[in-house]
C-alpha cells in the first residue's frame, strides 16, 4: 500500500504554483491565498502579529463599555480556556445545544454585574466561537477600538482550513496541466480580429482580458455547495437575528494594488460608461452572484441599444409621415365641418372635429403600421434576451468553472431534526399561507381602489373645470386634467412602493417559509406581485378601460349617479397611454434613481459633516486612524440584490408590457441603466459593507419573473394593437368598406350620428348656439345605427365586424409571436458552441491524462505482483481505482 | 506521507460488501460482479475456462468459412501476438490509424486468399481488439460454431477494469452508512399504510419493494457520463456501420435465478396487466434508458384511468340528455316543416329538416356543454401529467442514484481533431441543412395533396353516387362515403407512417450532425414531424376546413370548376369529425400494434417452424445445443426506443388534440396502453437481443415534444369548440336573440333564406317537385340576409356577432388554461417533498461523518508534527485535505 501511494507524488496533477497563479477560485479564498502581497496597508487589515490577515467580522454590542473594557484583557483569555472547556462537551455542528444561563460558575462570578439576557449572548457567542475555533479558524478579540459599545471578532482562515473546505466544496481546482484555447483560423478568425480591435476602447483596462489562450483545465473537485461555508456555521443567521452579534462582513480590500481600487477606475466611474464592466474583478471580488447580476444588467443594457435603435427609428417614422395620414389630413382639413356631440353633460357644448386636430395629429406618432412590427419586434427581442442570458450565463460558469456546481437549498432556520418533524404542523402553516394570500389579495383591492380614486378625481375635476367661464381655463382643461392626474398617480406609486416592500416582507414572515432560499423567493414573488399591480394598474385601466364603458350620447353611463364615464381624444387612447407611460417611467426612474440613490446619500454625508464640524479636533483625528475593520462598520450593511434586480424588472415591464403604444420605452430605459450600472458599482465598491461572497449559477427566480412579463407582454401588445389602437378598425374600412380602397372617408365611417332632440332631459348642453347655429344632428365616435334606422342607436354590423377582426387580430398576433419566441428558444442553442466545444476538449484532454496515469500504474503493478486469473482481478484495483484529482494534496508538499 | 496514508485505512467509508450486497449500480457492472452464483446455466455464458462470464459479444461475417476454419487456431494464437506489436505503435485511444493495406508482411502472407476488403476488415477487427486488451479487457474468439459464416468476439471485463470505469464514470457507491429512512408518523402514516395494504395485489410479486425502511447512503462518487463506457471506446459505431463487425450486444441472462426469468413473470406477461411494473428490476436488466420508457408509459397509462372515466362520463351525459336537447327535439318535431337547398347540383333534391334528426341527435353526445368543460379538464390534465412526469422522474433519479450525473453529448462520428477543424466546411453543412429542410417541406406538401386528393375522392363518389336512381344506394350514399374515405384515410396514413420513417432518417443524414445524440434528435423530431402532419392533416381539414367553404346556393364554390366543396351534416362537422378520428385511432393501433406488432412476429415464426420442418433432423440437434451467444444472434437488434416513444406521442396527440370532439379517446388508448405495455415487455425480454445498458436522467427530446402537443392541445381544442362545435351559437342567440331566453326558435335562426329563382342556370334540381309541392324558398345553414333585405345573401349582423364571440371564447379558452396550465406548474414542485427531505438528510449525515474523519485526522496530525504557525499553514492541508470519499479502494485491500 504504501508503496504503491508514493508512486503517486509524481505524478499527481494539481500543483499549488497553479493554484496561485491562475484565475482564483472564490474570492474570500483568493484574497487569503495571497497574504504576503498586501504588507503595505496593514490598517486592520491583520491580526496584530502582522502576519494573519482578517478574513471576516463578527461584532456585537457591548451593554457596559466602562466595565467590559477593564476586564478586557482577562476576558480574552479565559475566552481560550472557557471554549475550550465547553468545545469538549458541545461541539456538535449546526444543532446548539440550549443555553445553560447558569451552569458554569466560572461565567456567573466573572460577569455578575450584567443582567442576565446579556449574559446569555455572550454565552452563546462564546460557544460560537468556540464551535469556529474548533473547525480549525483562528480568532482574535478587539474591544478597545475608538467605537465605544462595539466589540469586534477578527477571524483568519489558516491555509489548510481553506484546503479542507475547498475540497469539501469540491471547488474545481485549476490543474497543472495548460493547453492552448484554439483560436479558430481562415476568415472568421481575421473577422473576428478586427471586431475585437475596433471594440478595444469598449474593454476596461483590466489584466483578465488579456492572454486568454491558455487555460489551465480544471476537474470536476467540486459539486455540492458551500453548505458548509467555513466561517458561517449553521446558526450565524440566528445568532445575527436575535442580537448576540450585531453584524458579520468580511473586509473591504484598500490597498493599492488590489482590486478594490481598479475596480474603482475601471467599473465603478462613470468616465467608463461606455465600457464593458470588468465582470470577472466583480465576481472575485464580490463572488458568483453580484457578478452575475451585474453581468445580467450588463447584457440587458446592451440587449436595449438596438430596441432603442429601433424604437427611435419607429418614432422618426411615424414623425415622418404624419402629413401623409389621411385620417389626420381630413381631421385638420379647413373644409372639414363635422359637428361632434359634447364631451360632458351640460357644461359642455358641440364642437368641431377640427379642434382635434393636433391631438389626432400626434396620436399618428404612436399608432401607425411601424408600431405593429415594433411590438412583434420587441416580442422577440425578449425572447432573443432570454436566450442570450441563457448562453451569457452558461460561458460564465464555464469561465467560472462553476459547471459541475448544483444549487442546494440551505435550510438555515431548521435543523434537521426540525425538518423532519416539521410536518406535523402542517395544517397551521396552510392556514397561515392562506391567511398571507388572502392579505395580498386585499393589498392588490387597495391599489384598484386607489386606481379608481385617481379615476374619480379626473372626471370630478375635469367637470369642475368644464363648469368655469374662463375660455383658457376651458381648453387647457384637458392637459391639465392629465397631468395633474398622471402626476398624482405617480406618487401614489411611489409612495406604495415603499410601504408594499415592508408589507411583503410581513406576509412572508407569516408564512414561516422552511429554508432560506424559499423564503427569498416568496419575499420576491409577493413584492414583485404588489410593485407590479401598483405600477401597472393605471396603465392598464387607460389601456383597456378608458373609453369603453361610456355608453353613447342620450344614454351615458354615470358613475355614482352624477360622473359621466371618461372619453378619450379623438384619436384613440393610445395617446393618453403615451403621455401616461412615460410620466411614470420617467419619473419613477428620475426619482427612484436619482432622488433616493444619489440625493439621500448626498444628503446623509453632508448631515454627517455638519455633525463631524461640532465634534472635537481629537475625535476627528481619531476618526482617522480608524481601522479597517471599524471603516468597514460604519458603512451601510448589504441588503441583498432584491431591490435592485426589482427596481429593472419594473423597467423590463416599461419597456416590453406597453411597448405598442410607446416606442421610446427603450431609449430611455438604456440611458437610465447607463448610469444605473455605474451607480449601483460605485454603492458596492464604496458605500457598503463587503458583501459575503456567495456562489450562484444562475439568477435564480428572476429569470423566471422575466420570462412571465416576457409572456404577458406578448397578450398585452396585442390588445394594446389591436383595442387601443385604431389599426384594425383602419384595416378593416380599407379592405371591406372603403369605396376605393383608400383612407379617404375613414373619419366619417368611424362616427355615428345623434339626433339633438334625443338628449335625456337636463343632460343636453347649457349653450346650444355656441357654434353660430342649430345643431340637429351631432356626431360621436361609435358604430351604432343612425337615428333614422329601424333600430336607433344599436350597435351595426360595422361594429361587430370590427370587433371580430379585433380579436382575430389578437389569436393571430398571440400564437404567431408565441410561436415565433419558441422557435428563437429552440434556434439558439442554450451553450454557446464554442463553449461547448471547449467542455468537450477538456473532457478528452483529461481523460487521456487519467488514461496515462492508469496505465503508469498498471506498468508498476504488473512489474511487481505476479499475474494469476483471478488474484489480479482482486488484488489489481487496490491501486488501481486510487483517485487521481486529490493527489494534488501530495504536492503541496512537493512545493513547499 | 506514507504514514498518514496508512492510518486512513481503517477510516474508510465504502467497503466491498456494502457494494456487493446492496442494489446494484449498473446492470452490466452488477452482472459481473457475481460471476460465482450463475454456475449452473454455462450455456455459452462463460469463457471455455467456465470461470468468466461473457459481458458483451461483437460479431462479424467470415467470408471463406472453409480456409478460415481450417486456420482458426493458428489464427486465434497468431492474432494476440499481433495485436501486440500493433498495440505498441498505434494504441491511441479513439483514433483509429488510417488503415496500412499492405504494410505488414506477416497478414499479406497469412491471408494471402482474401480480397483487399475482407483483409481491411479483419486488420481494423485485430486493431480494435487490440485496443480492448489494453485497456484490459479479456477477450476470446471462436469462429468453429455452429452458425456457418459468423465469428464470435466473446468479451469479459474483469473486477478491475470494473472498478476503474465505475470510479471514472463517478458511479455513486453506496457506502456502509446504512440509515433509517423516516417513516412518517400519525394519521398521514396510518392513512399511507391501508393505501399500501389496498393496492398490495396491484404490486408485482418483486423482492424490491420490501424492506425499503434501510437505505444505503450514497455518495456522490458520480457525475460525468460514461464516455469511455469500456467495451464501447469510440469507433464501435463506424466499426459497426462500415460492417467490420456485424453486431455488438451484450448477453441474455438465462439462468433460473435471474432477472430475466422474475421479468418474465412478473412483467412481461399479459396476466399480470393490473399491476404496478416491476420498473426497478427493469432498470437493473435493460438500463436507465428504457427503465425511464416503462416507468414514463407506465404513468401514462395511469393518468390515463381517470381521464377516461371523465371522458365516460362525458359521454355519458351526452347520452342522458339527448332527449331534452331543444335544438335535436325542434328538427325531429313531427311538425317542422323546414325545406332544405339540395346538397349538390342538379342530381340532388330538396330535402325536409326532420330527416337529419338522427345526426342531430347522435351530434349532440358530442356536442355539449360537458365537451367544454372536459377540453378544460383535458388540457389541465396534459399538464399535470408533465409535473408528475417530472416527480416521478425525479423520485426514480434519486432512487437509482443518479441525482448527480450529467448528461453528456458524446460525439461518436467525430473524434475530436475533427470537431476542432469543422467549422471551415460550415457552408456547405448549411446548405446541406437547408436542402433537408426544403425537403421536409416538400413531404408535408405531399401529405397535403394526399389529403386534397381524397377530399377530391370524396367529392366526385358522392356526386356519382348521388346520379344512381337506385334509392336505397342514394339514401346510403353518405355513411359509405365517410366510411370509405376514412378508411382511405386510414390505409394512406398507415403507409405513409413507414415511408415516413425511412425518408426521417434519409433526410438527417443528408444533415450531417455532429454527435450520435444529436443525430438522434433531429432524426426524432424530423419524424416527429411527418408522421404527426400524416395522422392529423384529415382530421384537421374536416375539424376546420370542411364546410366552411362552401359559398351559398346560387354561388356555391367549386373546385376544378365542377366539383362543389363538401358541406357538413346538419349538426356540424364535429360528428364527422368524431368518426374520423376514432377510425383513424383504432384503425392505427389495432393494425400497427395488433397486426405489425403481434402478428408479423406470429407468421415469421410459423414461417420459420415450416422451413426447420424441413430440415434434417441432424440440423434441428444442432441448434438445440446452441450457445447462448448464437442463440441470441439470432434474435432481432435492438433498434432503440424511438418506435415506442413515437407510437404513444402520436396517441398522446389523440387523446389531447381533439379531445373536444371525441370524449372516448382517453379510453380507446387506456385499453391500448394496458396491452402495449405487455406487448412491448414481451418483446424486450423474449424477442429483441439484450440491448446495451445505457444511463439517462431524463426522457429527453420526447419530453419537449410532449410539450409541445400539449401546448397545441390547446389551441386546437378552443378552435374545435369554437368554431366545429355549435357551442358558441347556442350562447350567442340564447343570451343576445331568444325571445324568452331559451333555446327555442334556434334551428330556425341558424337558417338563412333562398330564393330558388336565384339558382343559376343548370345548377337548380332536375326534379323540383320531388317533395311533392312546388319550393320557393329554401333554406341553409349560414347567417346571411334573407332575399327580401336591400343586401340580400350578404353576410347578416348575426354573422358577425357569432364570429366575434367564437373569437372572443377562443382567446379566453386559450389564456385561461395556459394559466391555469402554469399555476398547475408552479404549485406541483418539480421535486417530491419526501425526496427532496431525504436528500437533504442525506446530506448532512455525509457531512456529519465527513467531519468526523476530519476531526480524527486532525487529532492525529497534531499529535505527530510540532505546532508552530507558519509551518502548520503549509504542511498540514498535505494530510487533512486527503480525499475520503477514494478511501474505499484502500479498504478493498482490507477485504481480499
Redesign the interface.
Known sequence: ??GS??VY?NKCIFSLPSLMHSPPLSPQLLNSLTPEENTQCQHGLYFQ?G??RVDYILTYHIKKPSSSRSNRQSSRFTDNAFTRSLRRGTAR??RPPPPQPRGDPEVASQDHSMDYHEDDKRYRREEFEGNLRDM?LELEKDEDTKTPGVGFVKIHA???VL??E???MKLKMPTKKVYEV?Q?S?V?AKINTLVNKATEPLHPNVEENRGQHVKHLSY?FS??KQ??FFFLPVGITSLLGSGVYTAAYPLHDVSTHCNQHLLYEEWASYSVFYKYQPIGLVRKYFGEKIGLYFAWLGLYTQMLIPASLVGVIVFLYGCATVDNNIPSMEICHPRNNITMCPLCDRACNYWKLKEACGTARASHLFDNPATVFFSIFMALWAAMFMEHWKRRQMRLNYEWDLT?F?E??V?ALLS?TE??EE??NKWKQTVQSAMAGLKLVLLIGVTFAIVFGVILYRISITAALHMSNNPTTRSNVRLMVKTTAAIINLVVILILDEVYGAVARWLTVLEVPKTDRSFEERLIFKTFVLKFVNAFTPIIYIAFFRGRLVGRPGSYLYVFESYRMEECAHGGCLMELCIQLSITMLGKQLIQNNLFEIGIPKLKKLIRYIKSKRRSFQEEEREKKLQRYETDHFLEPFAGLTPEYMEMIIQFGFVTLFVASFPLAPLFALLNNIIEIRLDAKKFVAELRRPVAARAKDIGIWYNLLRGVAKVAV?INAFVISFTSDFIPRLVYQYMYSPDGSMHGFVNHTMSYFNVSDFQDGKEPMDPHHLGYQVEMCRYKDYREPPWSNTPYVV??EF??V??AR??F??VF??VVMLMSDIVDWLIPDIPKDI??QI??E??LM??L??KE?QGK?QFIDSMTPCD??G????????????I??TH??T??NN?
Open positions: 500500500m504504501c501511494s508514493s507524488q502579529d502576519e494573519r455542528l449546526g480549525g489558516p491555509w489548510h484546503c479542507r475547498a475540497e469539501f484554439k479558430c481562415g472568421g470536476a459539486r455540492e453548505h458548509l459541475g448544483e442546494e437549498e435550510s434537521p425538518i423532519a410536518p406535523t397578450i351595426s354590423k361587430w365586424a370587433l371580430a380579436l382575430a389578437v389569436i398571440q400564437n461547448s466545444l468537450h476538449k473532457k478528452i481523460v487521456e487519467f488514461m492508469e498498471m486469473g483471478k489480479r482481478n482482486n488484488h489489481a484495483p487496490i491501486a488501481r481505482s486510487r483517485s484529482p486529490h494534496s501530495h503541496h508538499a513547499f
